[in-house]
């Protein structure tokens, strides 16, 4: 295999505010409301928490950069320019030729969802620490890291794992979303690596239901007391009707948005990240980033797709201020 540095992304000179890496696979769904199993037809797009984020950051108007390996192959190549066309620099991104960029098929039946992987040896599996680049890193004012991409590969746990030393020796903050995946590591695999990481992030942003598996609790009060004890502030999604801000001793609730119609629920803890961290960047407090994080995830689950409905800035400065929308 070779790997083909890709020189391409934002305006020169200019480093990315928040800089974030894993996998980004192709993505296909059938185009009715049949399954994959009868279905005749499908629609291509792309997927990845990382790179969502990133598509996220872009369009409220801040510098991201996204890295990653793809595949040299039709699907790796038309990741590499739609990510790079929502105007995330990706110029530490590379193809690799002879291995296949990971895929991932999504159906809806009955209303309930399902996913099908096929990432086993994909490109992004073969990442290893050599392949970062500290100086990239260090010129961020974030560094955004998830769980999914320790699960892929050792080789990737061991990259994750250098790329937040590397953060900490530059004073990078680090933010980190479990965004736990059963189906790529089991829970008891998986809890010694992520909960290490969130005793290393600044900010920490698990679903309560993530952390109920991560603890080995049920018990609400018994999860506030373990996240406590860390430096990070932690965001606490999923539960009920509201986000909890967790610093220190102090708990803060904050509501959730409501959504007006419900499409598609993926991508919505990314688009709360997103606009968690551009609440950060925008020096807000940590309840109002929260708040904002809150609007993106209730903008992002009224659009089909895993990213397509992430809103710009001014979007989203009219849905908070509730502002009339006026077709003609």
């Not at 419900?262 to 960047?281: K, N, Q, R, S």
Request: glycine share 12%; net charge negative.
């Amino acid at each position: 295999m070779t790997y083909d540095h890709q020189e391409t992304g934002g305006p020169a000179g200019e480093t990315p505010e928040v800089v974030t890496f894993g996998e980004s696979m192709g993505l296909m769904m059938p185009t009715g409301a049949k399954g994959i199993e009868y279905s005749a037809a499908f629609e291509k797009s792309f997927a990845g928490a990382e790179s969502n984020v990133a598509i996220g950051l872009a369009r409220l108007g801040h510098r991201a950069g996204w890295f990653g390996h793809l595949g040299d192959d039709p699907l790796g190549r038309y990741t590499l320019k739609q990510i790079r066309g929502e105007g995330v620099d990706v110029s530490r991104a590379r193809l690799v030729a002879g291995v296949p960029t990971g895929l991932i098929i999504r159906e809806v039946v009955s209303g309930k969802s399902s996913v099908y992987y096929y990432r086993r040896h994909s490109a992004a599996s073969l990442m290893r620490p050599e392949h970062l680049d500290e100086a990239y890193i260090a010129g961020a004012k974030l560094l955004h890291v998830t769980g999914i991409t320790p699960a892929l590969s050792e080789t990737c746990r061991e990259t994750v794992r250098e790329a937040v030393r590397l953060a900490r020796k530059h004073g990078v903050k680090v933010c980190f979303d479990p965004n736990l995946r059963l189906k790529l590591w089991s829970a008891a695999e998986a809890r010694p690596f992520l909960l290490g990481l969130a005793e290393e992030a600044d900010y920490f942003l698990p679903g309560l239901d993530e952390l109920q598996l991560l603890y080995e609790t049920d018990r609400f009060d018994d999860v506030i007391d373990r996240l406590r004890r860390l430096k990070a502030v932690s965001i606490v999604k999923g539960g009920g009707d509201r986000t909890y801000v967790v610093e220190g001793e102090t708990v803060t609730e904050v509501p959730y948005f409501k959504a007006e119609k419900v499409v598609d629920t993926v991508g919505a803890g990314d688009g709360f990240c997103a606009g968690f961290i551009a609440g950060l960047l925008r020096r807000l407090p940590h309840a109002e980033a929260v708040r904002l994080g809150n609007l993106i995830g209730s903008m992002v689950v009224q659009a089909a797709g895993d990213w397509e409905g992430l809103p710009t800035w001014e979007q989203a400065q009219a849905a908070m201020n509730n502002e009339r929308h006026v077709e003609r």
